[in-house]
C-alpha cells in the first residue's frame, strides 16, 4: 500500500517554463513533506521541506504548497533549467522517524 | 567534502556470500539512517540511531541484515547470506537530530552503495 504516491512518472517541460511536481499522501500521521532531487549513480540531494502548519514555503526557483483537507503537495520550479533535468522525489514523515518516499518523477527540460 | 561518505561505491559477490558496508555521517549529526532502493521504487527505510542506539527498524529488516554504530559515529550495515533479491542501492542518511523531538529534522543522503549479488 503506497502512501505516498507520484502518479506522474515523467514529465516534460520547455526551459524557462514552470514545472509543476505533484504528490499524493494517505496517512494522516505524516505532519513533515520534503522533495529530493535525485541525478544518476548519486544519492537524493534535498531540495524544501515543509511542516503541516504551513501551506507554503519558497526558496528561490522551488516554491512547495500544502493541502492537507486533499492530502495533495506540489513543487514548482520556476524558471525551469537545463540542470533540473533528475527525478524527483516526494518524501514525508510523522510519528516513525524514517521518510516514507514515493516512486518519484523524471522531469525533463527541453531547450 | 563534509557531506555523508559511503564505502564501497559498488560491490559484487556472489549468493550466500556476506557483505559489509560502511557510512561516515557529517561529523555533528547525530541521527543516521539506512535506506534500500530497487529500480523504479523510491527509498526504503530500513533503520536509523541516535547516536549509537538503534531506535527503528523496518520490517524489511530481516534477520540476515544487522546495522551497527559503535561509537555513535559511523554505521556499518552487514548482509549475511546475500540472495539475489538483495540488489539494490543502499543509501545512508544523516540529520542533527534537533530539539523536539527531531519532527522537522532534514536528513542528508550520501552517494549510495550499489550491491550487485550473483
Known amino acids: 500500500d503506497q502512501q505516498v504516491k507520484q502518479n506522474s512518472p515523467s514529465l516534460s517541460v520547455q526551459e524557462g517554463r514552470i514545472s509543476i511536481l505533484n504528490c499524493d499522501y494517505t496517512n494522516s500521521m505524516f505532519d513533515y513533506f520534503l522533495w529530493y532531487k535525485k541525478y544518476p549513480a548519486e544519492g537524493p540531494t534535498f531540495l524544501i521541506s515543509?511542516?503541516?502548519?504551513?501551506d507554503k514555503n519558497e526558496d528561490g526557483r522551488f516554491t512547495v504548497f500544502l493541502n492537507k483537507s486533499a492530502k495533495h503537495l506540489s513543487l514548482h520550479i520556476v524558471p525551469s533549467q537545463p540542470g533540473d533535468s533528475a527525478v524527483y522525489f516526494c518524501?514525508?514523515?510523522?510519528?516513525?522517524?524514517?521518510?516514507?518516499f514515493g516512486k518519484g518523477t523524471h522531469l525533463i527540460i527541453q531547450p | 567534502d563534509t557531506g555523508v561518505s559511503q564505502n564501497p561505491r559498488h560491490k559484487i559477490t556472489k549468493r550466500g556470500q556476506n557483505v559489509t558496508f560502511r557510512c561516515d555521517p557529517i561529523s555533528e549529526h547525530n541521527r543516521l539512517y539506512w535506506y534500500r532502493q530497487t529500480l523504479g521504487q523510491g527509498p526504503e527505510f530500513l533503520t536509523y540511531f541516535q547516536n549509537e542506539a538503534q531506535l527503528e527498524k523496518s520490517r524489511l529488516l530481516s534477520d540476515r541484515f544487522s546495522a551497527e554504530r559503535p561509537k555513535g559515529s559511523f554505521s556499518t550495515l552487514e548482509i549475511q547470506r546475500t540472495e539475489q533479491g538483495d540488489s539494490a542501492m543502499y543509501l545512508c542518511a544523516s540529520s542533527l537530530g534537533s530539539s523536539g523531538g527531531g519532527r522537522t529534522d532534514t536528513q542528508y543522503f550520501g552517494p549510495g552503495t550499489r550491491l550487485t549479488v550473483l
Open positions: 515543509i511542516s503541516s502548519i504551513k
Open positions: 518524501a514525508a514523515k510523522g510519528g516513525a522517524d524514517g521518510l516514507t
